[in-house]
């Protein structure tokens, strides 16, 4: 692939397309089609949706967004490249927000439709019911985050490194890297040959036979593999199950739905309704907003500085447009610009990838890779860009604040065993055969609550608690202080530590009393809002004491510095030999 350029100030010409947006298109690209893939299969394999209304109400609105997100982003690029006159200018990638796929999936447009299913709606119905719910949440998500735009370049400015970056890699190790890992480990032949070709060639940098790109390479092997051991399979007489489920080749449904006439008139009926939904849907918004500020500054430590609240609107933007045309998950920047910018993408591979995302929803192909492509072949690629993000988090962060690093990962890793718990323990259909939550023991049962409440707004409480410890390395113990007193009020209405299997926010005593209802307040009755207050707010005054009658540090690290080398900025943004 030849280099294309774009003229930039100071006579450099922009080198917007080059043979790593090749990688970097597959990787963002396959990303995001992993993210439809999981929408599509939790709301029909768990659910029982239409896998057609899927397909073609919520698919089509979803990919809207990834469309128009990453236009603008390859846009921002180039002026970018503009005004800087650098040639090597890296397009920020935007995709589906992975948590947003499990929340909205599993807390939101799930359960709508299950509770419309036992309201006595028919199926179709009912899941007419359950997307307008989804589009509500979608509009004030997006709503949400547009307002929120002002305010970012100010929390990027006051919030140490440590804390962004810190909250960022705990997401990458846990949902972006050991997530799929699991999916990769349900089918390991073929999922464990692709993440071999990953890891050869997008993380040890081998070039693959006939210049292969990396992320293509590893798709080709594993489906070769897989589908070569559903042929085995099929010939010894084994069950030969394919990727997706139903008819290989359907028809293609193309089309982009308009369903706001229908919306508003449903919304006028059911706003209550739709509304109680918004105590899960605005932490997940508020998470994107946070993810997004925590892209932007492990951007600009990988070279390429943009205007925080630009790209927060951006992103606030496209999750509006994908609401308004049916829609349901948000749209977000994704977290691996630095590995892009290893693999050399610059503007191309964003521009291709929205091009791509954006007929395969609205076109309809999507339904064939939806049929054909294997989940277990697409995580792989997730898996890198997990490591992308852990590595380049400890490069751009001084060394004294590691420990505020893997401080943030701690409330991931609770995540993390609490949706492995939750599978289990809160299943109604265990719970009727005794065999849930309510069977365990007292201290099991407290034990599963605590996890339960550090793994609630993981993603703020990786954030909090990384900036306090960054601040006390610092010697900076009145800003310590007043991060955990942040962090006491947002536990107080359960936006972190929410005592609820169903992380709702709400007022301290509705929550007591729903933890009555949920059997969880005699395990957990030392752990209720007024008590994860109190504590944060003793730990307030604890600081506040150690400051006006203690001594500060006296020795500093030589080797340490408040910003990392450029040597060690350089090893970051280095361009991969694919």
């Not at 072949?377 to 893997?406: C, D, K, M």
């Not at 610092?474 to 947002?490: E, K, N």
């Amino acid at each position: 692939m030849d280099d294309a350029a774009a003229p930039s100030r100071g006579g450099r010409s922009y080198a917007w397309a080059t043979r790593g947006d090749v990688n970097a298109f597959f990787g963002l690209m396959l990303d995001n089609v992993s993210g439809l893939i999981i929408t599509t299969s939790l709301l029909v394999g768990v659910f029982g949706f239409p896998t057609e209304f899927v397909l073609t109400r919520m698919i089509p609105g979803t990919a809207l967004g990834v469309l128009v997100g990453d236009l603008v982003f390859t846009a921002m690029a180039f002026r970018l490249a503009r005004r800087t006159g650098r040639s090597d200018v890296t397009a920020m990638p935007l995709g589906l927000d992975t948590p947003s796929i499990f929340g909205t999936s599993l807390l939101i447009v799930g359960p709508a439709f299950l509770m419309a299913r036992d309201r006595g709606m028919e199926v179709f119905q009912a899941a007419e019911h359950a997307w307008f719910i989804g589009i509500s949440m979608l509009l004030a998500s997006g709503l949400f985050k547009t307002l929120c735009a002002p305010m970012s370049g100010w929390i990027r400015r006051v919030v140490p490194r440590a804390g962004l970056l810190g909250s960022l890699m705990a997401i990458a190790l846990v949902v972006i890297s050991f997530l799929p890992l699991l999916k990769i480990l349900g089918d390991p032949i073929p999922g464990l040959v692709a993440l071999a070709v990953i890891l050869v060639s997008l993380t040890a940098r081998w070039q693959l036979p006939w210049n292969v790109p990396g992320a293509l390479g590893a798709v080709v092997v594993g489906c070769v593999v897989y589908y070569g051991m559903r042929l085995a399979e099929g010939l010894l007489g084994l069950p030969t199950p394919v990727g997706g489920s139903g008819e290989i080749f359907p028809a293609i449904p193309a089309g982009l739905p308009l369903p706001m006439g229908a919306w508003w008139t449903w919304f006028q009926l059911n706003w209550a309704e739709a509304m109680s939904f918004l105590a899960i849907a605005l932490p997940l918004a508020l998470a994107t907003v946070v993810g997004g500020i925590d892209c932007t500054e492990s951007a600009a430590a990988a070279g390429d500085d943009y205007p925080t609240g630009q790209i927060i609107f951006v992103e606030g933007l496209a999750t509006l447009l994908a609401g308004g045309f049916g829609g349901v998950i948000q749209t977000t920047p994704y977290i691996g610009h630095p590995a892009y910018k290893a693999m050399g993408g610059r503007a191309a591979y964003t521009l291709a990838t929205a091009l791509f995302i954006g007929a395969a929803g609205m076109l309809g192909y999507f339904v064939w890779i939806f049929r054909l492509l294997p989940e277990v072949v697409v995580a792989p690629i997730l898996i890198f860009i997990g490591l992308e993000i852990t590595a380049q988090s400890f490069i751009a962060t001084p060394r004294r604040h590691y420990p505020a690093l893997a401080l943030a990962v701690v409330p991931a890793l609770a995540y993390l065993v609490n949706l492995l718990l939750k599978d289990v323990l809160f299943d109604p259909a265990l719970a009727e055969a005794g065999v849930g939550f309510g069977a365990l023991k007292e201290s099991a049962r407290q034990t599963v609550g605590t996890v339960s409440m550090l793994a609630g707004g993981f993603i703020l409480t990786s954030l909090l608690w990384a900036t306090a410890l960054a601040r006390l390395i610092d010697g900076r113990l009145r800003s310590a202080s007043s991060t955990f007193l942040i962090a006491g009020v947002l536990s107080l209405f359960g936006v972190i530590h929410s005592p609820l299997v169903s992380e709702k926010v709400m007022l301290p005593n509705q929550a007591i009393e729903a933890m009555r209802s949920q059997e969880r307040y005699e395990a957990s009755r030392m752990q209720t809002p007024y008590h994860w207050a109190s504590a944060y707010a003793g730990i307030a005054l604890v600081l506040a004491v150690i400051g006006r009658f203690g001594r500060p540090p006296q020795s500093k690290d030589p080797h340490d510095s408040l910003e990392p080398t450029e040597a060690t900025k350089t090893s970051v943004i280095k361009n991969s030999r694919q």
